[in-house]
């Protein structure tokens, strides 16, 4: 039976052998932290200091390792989301004890929502102090990965320094099996602080094993769909997160089958393209469209709230699941569910349907977008539909964006063509204000050259603001459109809808573009009809900078009540 990589083992050179034996002298634990992220091929973390932290702050000194440091935890653990969901690769967070941590918990539930390998890795206080007795050390909790262990996939306690590269290994491994997620190490201060005369950790190996779909599921699949006689594809993240999107538009040509992309898949399927129903999820016409279906494959989506329209679609024909997630597997709709990464299924599904020829889907496709536009026309949007294309004329079609919960977002979630799979993004999964302006840092950080947008509101803007320092010291690439209209905006809609007046939800607050100019952050106050030109100049600039626009924006009605 083949273990693939798992049964190669390293052989050291003569170098490497006298190297293991007669170590740098003034190491200690937290160089043995640095040293196994660099051994298994990080390159950038990100983080925040604290009192219990210092000897993983101090090791980055001796190492390669780019560090990126944020304001705030919480907006650390987004700018390493945002890495991690750019790049695929892991993203170290290295956190302090306590409240440093315990801040980084939302980020971290985004993280597990949208499935972004990140590694978070904190310190813990004294070994004497663990195990729930009441000590009194500063930053002491009873059992501080319990406050972890429901929003991570994966929590690692490390005792002594020998554990460190172990548990390590096992936490970056955990995070990049498929699904994708952040898990969590803790070291107590002192392992950390700790000299060692370990050896100096080399080469590390943490790949997964790939997960492939099982064939006889595989068989009845593609059976399902060769037969059907009016298919549909629903794609989700889990297609843009595998790289799958051209074994997806593949397997739609070939069986003639209509694809809607779920939010989390935006780019997962070519907007314009003739069996492209684009991302109009909110919308009955879709939902309809999508339940007249007799065989429906959902790729790398658990149909959740926004992607089932609030729970109302009742797919009335037979669904294919394939899903990375097997907590997801039918956990909303009875299917026939595969436990598979999205690419090694479509993959597999590709070569074992046969053709399928429809002549009538783009025409049905078509009348299903076209009576999406006429229920839209008919609620005078024209300011917020002309927005959402000034963006779109703005932004480089390779630039990635990152969107907050605001208005624009919600519109953008389903009008807005990304045009490249992994370029859109947003805090869709766990709902937290504050995530775009720190996700497009931690962008920038993957990739400084190409300009990167953020759009918030001025709600979640004021959760960030401190970050506009970070953009600054580190002159990364980011152009933050604030779209200011005085509060909760959506909050504001939902309560009046509900209770015909709104509470709490009107904000005071500050000049934006004086106040980002305090930062040296460049910044201008723009209307909607400068606001093409405004942001492409913006974007077009090197280093970060700030674009605010004052408008009251309203939603699209709703088609679930």
């Known amino acids: 039976m083949s ?9 050291l050179t003569p170098e490497q052998i006298a190297a293991a034996l007669n170590p740098p002298a003034g190491r200690n634990g937290g160089d043995l932290v640095v040293e196994t992220l660099q051994g298994l091929g990080a390159t950038t973390v990100f983080g925040l200091p604290g009192q219990h932290a210092l000897g993983m702050f101090d090791a980055l000194r001796r190492s390669s390792l780019t560090y990126l440091g944020l304001r705030v935890e919480n907006n650390a653990g987004f700018a390493a989301d945002a890495y991690g969901r750019i790049t695929g690769e892991v993203a170290p967070l290295l956190l302090s004890t306590g409240p440093g941590a315990l801040t980084s918990l939302a980020a971290l539930q985004e993280a597990a929502s949208a499935s972004a390998p990140v590694l978070a890795i904190s310190s813990q206080i004294p070994t004497a102090g663990l195990g729930g007795g009441r000590h009194g050390y500063l930053h002491e909790l009873r059992d501080q990965k319990a406050s972890f262990r429901d929003v991570v996939k994966s929590v690692h306690t490390v005792r002594t320094a020998s554990q460190i590269p172990s548990a390590i290994v096992d936490a970056w491994e955990s995070a990049l099996t498929a699904p994708h997620g952040p898990v969590w190490i803790e070291i107590p201060q002192d392992v950390l602080l700790a000299e060692t005369t370990l050896p100096v950790v080399t080469a590390m190996d943490a790949t997964p094993r790939a997960l492939h779909a099982r064939p006889e599921l595989t068989a009845v699949a593609a059976g399902l769909l060769s037969g059907a006689e009016r298919p ?3 794609a989700g993240g889990g297609v843009v997160r595998s790289d799958a999107s051209g074994k997806l538009l593949a397997l739609a040509e070939k069986i003639d089958a209509p694809v809607v992309t779920t ?30 279906a ?53 993959a597999d599904l590709l ?38 294309a000034a963006v779109r004329q703005a932004l480089p079609d390779t630039s990635p964006s990152f969107w907050d919960m605001t208005i624009l977002a919600y519109w953008a979630w389903s009008a807005f063509d990304a045009r490249r799979p992994n370029t859109m993004h947003s805090a869709q999964g766990a709902g937290g204000l504050g995530y775009g302006f720190p996700a497009a840092l931690g962008a920038a950080a993957a ?44 909050l504001r809609e939902y309560l009046t809808d509900a209770f015909g007046e709104t509470t709490a939800t009107e904000l005071a607050r500050p000049d934006f573009v004086a106040l980002a100019e305090s930062f040296g952050v460049p910044a201008v106050r723009t ?35």
């Open 3 to 11: 273990h693939d990589h798992h049964d190669e083992r390293p052989q």
């Open 232 to 234: 549909a594809i629903i």
């Open 263 to 292: 939010f989390g898949g935006k780019g997962a399927f070519p907007w314009e393209h003739p069996l492209s129903l684009q991302s109009w999820l909110e919308d009955r016409h879709t939902t309809d469209f999508l339940e007249s």
């Open 294 to 346: 007799d065989v429906l494959l959902v790729v790398g989506s658990g149909l959740g709230e926004l992607s089932s329209n609030y729970h109302t679609f009742a797919p009335r024909g037979r669904v294919i699941q394939i899903e990375a997630d097997a907590g997801k597997l039918e956990s909303n709709h009875p299917a026939l569910g595969i436990h598979a990464d999205a690419r090694n299924a479509l």
């Open 351 to 388: 070569d074992a349907v046969g053709r399928r020829a429809d002549p009538s889907a783009p025409d049905r496709v078509r009348a299903v977008l076209a009576a999406v536009r006429d229920r839209i026309a008919g609620q005078e949007l024209a300011l917020e539909q002309r927005l959402v």
């Open 447 to 490: 990739d400084r050259t190409k300009p990167v947008l953020a759009v918030s509101g001025d709600g979640g803007a004021m959760y960030s603001i401190a970050e506009l320092a970070t953009a600054r010291q580190y002159d990364l690439p980011v152009t933050w459109l604030i779209v200011d209209d005085g509060g909760y905006g959506i």
């Open 527 to 561: 209307t909607p009809e400068a606001l093409a030109d405004d942001l492409a100049k913006s974007l077009a600039e090197p280093g970060p900078s700030v674009v605010v626009l004052p408008a009251l924006l309203r939603m699209f009605g709703p088609t679930h009540l």
